[in-house]
């Protein structure tokens, strides 16, 4: 990377579980990066576990998203160049069960990181967004690429789907936008360091952090949701993909905005799916421990199988996930007993 190349990058959410991957990403390729996160879902120790890392320190601003006139002096004091906004809520069940405390952080909150976008002197035009795979709802064919139509099931996967449309009308509205929407399919592991990971409060929802606290002893067993489903082995298949690959792809996609204009698109996964007892057997021999499992109903909302399509986003990114399974549970187990622990 050349000087001319570098940023100041704020990273909305850079303490969760991606965004702490992708600011150590950012970081060693050059650019300086600044974490805005009001640390509902996270908290200090992870911005000094990426210090670690990269040894050296990071400018943090605690603060919520709605809050426009810190947002907009944020970006004027430290001259930010490019956003890559992570900040949200994720979980689908709860998405269900309090729909406007989701439309009102998602995408209430995006509205004001780009009213303060517009506001502040420097006016900033580059934006990284974080959206998912749930934007898709049932797929209607495999695998899945970017033109697929959009149909999420949840408010949680409606708030994404909104927010992508107000980006796109944003960048039809004045052409000097440059945004970038990344649809993550399922995103584990962690850094190999073992310093940073997943480490969700409470139950996890997600298959793979249920699965290493299990591993860790902090967990009984696992429910697999249903293995009657028309897959190889009848559980459900899911493209995981390595999350230091999706950091890179946030490299790759800034990079990638810096000769591109307008509004892009693309998926972010590894191309194939993995079923829940492939993945179990997977952490079972990275780990050395066993994971009992009982197989059970399935949840409600659940589909068969999902994969991307990453033709598009290999051709124009010039990026491919790298790491494999055994990458995806070394690290994630590294990462569960070493830092989460049973805690
Ligand atoms: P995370 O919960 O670990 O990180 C989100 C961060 O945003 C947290 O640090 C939280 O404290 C912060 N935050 C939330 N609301 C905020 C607000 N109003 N103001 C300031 N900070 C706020 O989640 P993650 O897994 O790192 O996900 C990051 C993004 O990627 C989210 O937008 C999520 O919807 C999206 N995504 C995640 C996955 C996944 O499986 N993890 C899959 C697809 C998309
Ligand atoms: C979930 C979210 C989706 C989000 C994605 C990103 C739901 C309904 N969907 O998708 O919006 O974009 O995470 O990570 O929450 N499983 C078990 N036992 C468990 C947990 C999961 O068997 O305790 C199975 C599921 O049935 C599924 C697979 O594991 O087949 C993966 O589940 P999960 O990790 O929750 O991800 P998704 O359902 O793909």
Known sequence: MTSSN???????GGAGYIGSHTAVALSQTGHRIFIFDNFCNSDRGAVKRIEAII????????G??????????TLQTHQINAVVHFA???????????PVEYYANNVQGTISLLQAMQKADNHPKTFVFSSSATVYGDPKYLPIDEAHPL???????RTKHHIEEIL????????????????YFNPVGAHDSGLIGENPNGIPNNLMPFVAQVAVGKLAQLSVYGDDYDTPDGTGVRDYIHVMDLAEGHVAALNYLTTHDG?????LGTGRGYSVLEMVKAFEAASGKSVPYKIVPRRAGDIATSYASVAYATAELNWHAK????????????????TAKSS
């Open 263 to 267: 509004f892009h698109v693309f998926n």
């Open 323 to 338: 790491r494999n399974l055994k990458d995806m549970c070394e690290s994630g187990w590294k990462f569960q007993h070493m």
């Open 168 to 183: 796109g009308d944003l960048a039809k509205s004045d052409p000097a936008w440059r945004i970038a929407c990344l649809r």
């Open 64 to 73: 919520d998203l709605r809050d426009t006139a810190l947002l907009t002096q």
């Open 6 to 12: 570098i940023q100041n990058i704020l990273l909305t």
């Open 88 to 98: 949200g809520l994720k979980a689908v069940g709860e998405s269900n069960r309090i």
């Open 151 to 157: 149909a999420a099931t949840n408010p949680y996967g």
């Open 55 to 62: 040894g050296r320190p990071i400018v943090v601003i605690e």
